[in-house]
């Protein structure tokens, strides 16, 4: 399992505070003694991620709440399939329901997206990699999903890696004199640049970044800025970005770029549908 975000817990504790308040009216209706089980079922095949979130979540509602995983995250999961058996102190698990739900609909979202795309590049060279184009205060949740679904993260923020992208180089004067004003102010840091033709990658080999952003390149383009890239005999790494779907995907991979940027598996989620059951009968 990828190693869990340093947020984790402060990620629950938000979602908890919105969400209860000063304090949960309707599970206030329910006897304070009494106690539930229940469990937690997919309706549709997914990847299944968010279990640490869900723990998580009842930890800090109410630790004697129990939960027994059928499945790690990272699993593949068939409808109709348990993910978990539950018991404890009804109250808690009335009100952690909609929070934990939340956060193992979102991030087994996209996990299961991450999935399909990582797949589609498999026996490639090329590995899937997301965005900064995440739901705002869980980026670390969703690059952990994405690492979950097979993917690799890119990076985490603005301050762990520079990206050179167009307004950059305008500023700068040249590809050229921003790569080398990032060398200065970012030393030991990974560089990437943005390029969007063949002169505009010489330009930027010449330079030595670590990464080239190769952005809305055409196969063909692709396949020579790859051989380009191979007759300098450079360790620079090619990434391609834009206009990218699942049926093109494949193609991209095999021209021999190491990277394929996917804003759409953190930015376009959709939700995988799973549903917790409860009994309070013999709980």
Known sequence: MPELPADLSDQVARALREDL???DLTAALVPAGERVRGHIVTREAAVLCGRPWADETFRQ???SVHLEWHAADGDTLRAGQRLCELAGPARAVLSGERTALNFLQLLSGTATATRAW???VAGTRCRILDTRKTVPGLRTAQKYAVRCGG???HRMGLFDQVLIKENHIVAAGSITAAIAAARRSAPGVRVEVEVEDLGELREALAAAPDIVLLDE????DLRAAVQLRNAQRTEVQLEASGSMSLERVRAVAETGVDYVSVGSITKHVRAVDLSMRLDFRGA
């Open 21 to 23: 308040g000063a304090g």
């Open 61 to 63: 509602l109410d630790a």
């Open 118 to 120: 990582a797949e589609a």
């Open 151 to 153: 993917a690799v993260n």
């Open 217 to 220: 390149f055409t196969l063909e």
